[in-house]
């Protein structure tokens, strides 16, 4: 979301990786003494202020030089390549669905927590991280999607997305707003924010095995409530009510709200600090779903930090990752550089009380769905997304579903 441009930021990185381990620092009482070196840690921009703090307090305490660097875009993709390459940093840290393709392409090795450390995390953000029966990051923090009114043109929270439409268009009547609603679809559509609806209406991605997991073989676009659930989101776009619209996209989408262009927003935890910049005032409430359908159901993700499978010190960055990061201050840290409800239980029962809006976000999410890290997601994101920007622009639903129904399916078998 945050997007500029970072090739040399990319290639300085692989550049001080690739001559990480020529400082070696030794110290008989660390911890880690045995792989004391160089500990390289990327993030983005925002988690890495927040890291770098905490990365050299370990550093003292374990005997090796921490650096922490920011790769501002395509991180997933530069730290694959640069695994590839023998380049990579020793941890990590994304989005849990980035897991499945990490794995695919054996860029990260599985981490060890004890049950008591697992059961300090709420447990959804647990189940984010674990693939294949398999913990695969420490989580610290959890995201999803919900309903942002503004409470001063909109005081009640609608029971349904009609309920929103038809309070959205009395105030569009009245000339206060002149959208009924932003939730990001821009040119080529987005499956992530449509996903709400799209479940609500009877639609699903994958089925789940037994254990939980998703399973691919079960591919719900394929099925003919998916071809019903775009129907119903078409009668939302542009050739229906209008509630939903291609010109709404990311770069617009909460500018839209904070300018007071529409009483209602979809979208993050992340969008709340433009809110607050822009004086409004607001609540947070679960997304509404269509009337006589099935709740909506908003993605649930998570950000956790992970190790590499090539990283030059492994043994350090297991211990990083599994005995610092579940640190309480740390915790607070990273919510502090971006407020997003802390998957530590104890750091978030540490921020909630001053930012109420933490515990509505997971209310919010608690019927949520984990956005799928298995690789087939992949074939999902863009075939999904311009099928929903199409219908909602007033292409032919049946045609247009089936289209994207083969293309997914094609690519899945």
């Not at 920011?70 to 980035?98: E, I, M, R, Y």
């Amino acid at each position: 979301m945050r997007i500029r441009t970072a090739g040399v930021v990319a290639a300085a990185a692989l550049m001080m990786v690739a001559g990480a381990c020529g400082s070696q620092k030794k110290s008989d009482n660390s911890k880690a003494a045995k792989n004391s070196g160089t500990l390289v840690i990327w993030a983005d921009d925002k988690r890495t202020a927040a890291l770098k703090p905490f990365a050299e307090q370990f550093g003292k305490e374990n005997g090796v030089t921490v650096q922490v660097q920011a790769v501002s875009k395509d991180l997933q993709t530069n730290f694959v390549t640069a695994s590839q390459s023998g380049n990579a940093p020793d941890v990590v840290v994304g989005a849990h669905d980035w897991i499945g393709n990490l794995v695919q392409n054996a860029a990260i090795d599985p981490v060890q927590l004890s049950a008591a450390q697992k059961s300090a995390f709420a447990a959804q953000a647990v189940k984010g991280v674990t693939f294949n029966d398999q913990l695969y990051g420490v989580p610290y923090a959890i995201e999803n999607l919900a309903l942002i009114r503004n409470t001063a043109l909109a005081p009640d929270a609608p029971a349904t997305i009609e309920d929103l439409v038809t309070a959205g268009k009395k105030l569009k009547a009245e000339g206060k707003v002149s959208e009924i609603m932003s939730l990001q679809v821009g040119q080529n559509g987005d499956a992530y924010h449509a996903y709400p609806l799209y479940s609500s209406a009877g639609g699903y991605l994958f089925g789940t095995k037994p254990n939980g997991d998703y399973d691919p073989k079960d591919l719900g676009i394929t099925k003919p409530e998916s071809q019903a659930a775009f129907a119903k989101i078409a009668a939302l776009g542009e050739k229906g009510e209008g509630a939903l619209k291609r010109s709404i996209g990311s770069d617009n989408a909460i500018a839209t709200f904070t300018g007071g262009k529409a009483a209602f927003l979809v979208s993050g935890p992340w969008a709340i600090t433009d809110i607050k910049k822009a004086g409004l005032k607001y609540d947070v409430t679960p997304v509404p779903g269509f009337a006589g359908g099935k709740p909506a159901s908003a993605f649930v993700g998570v950000q956790a930090f992970y190790v590499a499978s090539k990283g030059k010190n492994k043994t350090v960055a297991q211990e990083f990752v599994a005995n610092y990061v579940t640190k309480t201050d740390l915790a607070k840290a990273l919510y502090d550089a971006e407020p997003r409800p802390p998957a530590l239980t104890a750091a978030l029962d540490a921020v909630k009380a001053s930012d109420p809006d933490l515990q509505k976000f997971l209310d919010a999410g608690k019927n949520g769905a984990i956005l799928p890290a298995i690789p087939e997601m992949a074939s999902i994101w863009d075939p999904f997304g311009k099928a929903e920007a199409a219908v909602i622009g007033g292409a032919d639903v049946p045609s247009t579903w089936q289209a994207a129904a083969k293309a997914i399916g094609d690519k899945i078998k």
